[in-house]
């Protein structure tokens, strides 16, 4: 695998590969996980080059949030994708990526930004948006991969390459989650001992949501506030349980087929996220 810090580097080493060879781009945060080599797995049966990226990016951050001390594991990391086949890893400074303050962003729409994750981490998908356009300039990609667990995330990434055409595919990776069924996530790590055993109840809590809806009760409200009780009993800070429509993460009408639960909780200092398609 070859490691770029620089832009202009990574350009040449692509370049050099000749035409007509096809990129998958898998951008990443370091913190590497099992979730996270699937993607690179999953990418290379789209594409003859594997480009994964390791950038913490502070735009998406908002103040008091945890960009200071969000893990970074570089050599582990490394090594985590030499064995996942990947051939290129840029790994940018800051100053690489952001030599002066960013002036342009890409703004997601209200409808897509101020909901859900947007509604608690004002400004994230923008800081997302921007970077991920960043990076779609600076690879070229033919296509991207994303994992489904930052469900709304993949939305708005979907949504920005549809409408500035990108020619970019955009491929979701099912969540890997661990034995217990706690969804894989970097931040996982923050969880004391006694917060991981707790920790795989979001994932319970949501599975119940949906096994109701399965099973015919279409009182949405109702499931959510259950769900949200359950979990604040259990000691957790629920941001929102949520019912929405797959496809723009809308709230659905009653009886609307194609639906996803999505969670937020803290449980003690940690902010987990999970979601299940129905
Ligand atoms: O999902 C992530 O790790 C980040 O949001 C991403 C897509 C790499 C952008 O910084």
Same mark, same amino acid.
């Given at each position: 695998m070859q490691v770029h810090e620089t832009i202009a580097g990574l350009r040449a080493a692509l370049k050099s590969a000749g035409p007509g060879k096809r990129v998958a781009l898998v951008p990443t945060m370091g913190n590497l996980h099992?979730?996270?080599?699937?993607? /690179?797995?999953?990418?290379?049966?789209?594409?003859?080059t594997v480009v994964a990226t390791i950038f913490v990016n502070r735009l998406q951050?908002? !103040?008091?949030?945890?960009?200071?001390?969000?893990?970074r594991t570089f050599q582990a990391d490394c090594g985590k994708l030499e064995a996942a086949g990947v051939d290129h890893l840029f790994a940018p400074?800051?100053?690489? /990526?952001?030599?002066?303050?960013?002036g342009y962003h890409v703004v997601p729409p209200a409808e897509q930004d101020g909901i859900l994750e947007g509604e608690?981490? !004002?400004?994230?998908?923008?800081?997302?948006?921007?970077v991920v356009m960043k990076l779609f300039q600076i690879v070229g990609p033919d296509v991207a991969l994303f994992g489904k667990k930052d469900y709304q995330q993949l939305m708005v990434i979907r949504n920005m390459v549809a409408d500035l055409n990108l020619p970019i595919e955009i491929?979701?990776?099912?969540?890997?989650r661990a034995g217990d069924g706690l969804a894989l996530s970097s931040r996982n790590g923050y969880l004391s001992a006694e917060e991981r055993a707790e920790a795989p109840h979001l994932n319970r809590a949501i599975t119940k949501v949906v096994a109701a809806i399965r099973a015919g009760n279409a009182d949405f409200a109702g499931l959510e506030r259950d769900a949200v009780a359950e979990l604040t009993a259990a000691g957790w800070r629920p941001d929102y349980i949520a019912i929405r429509k797959k496809t723009d993460l809308q709230l659905p009408p009653a009886h609307e087929s194609g639906l996803v639960v999505l969670a937020a909780a803290r449980l003690g200092s940690t902010r987990l996220i999970d979601n299940l398609e129905v």
């Open positions: 099992d979730g996270h080599i699937a993607l /690179m797995t999953q990418a290379r049966g789209h594409a003859d951050f908002r !103040p008091g949030e945890d960009f200071d001390s969000y893990p400074t800051e100053a690489e /990526m952001y030599p002066r303050p960013q608690f981490r !004002p400004g994230h998908f923008r800081g997302v948006a921007t491929v979701g990776g099912e969540t890997v």
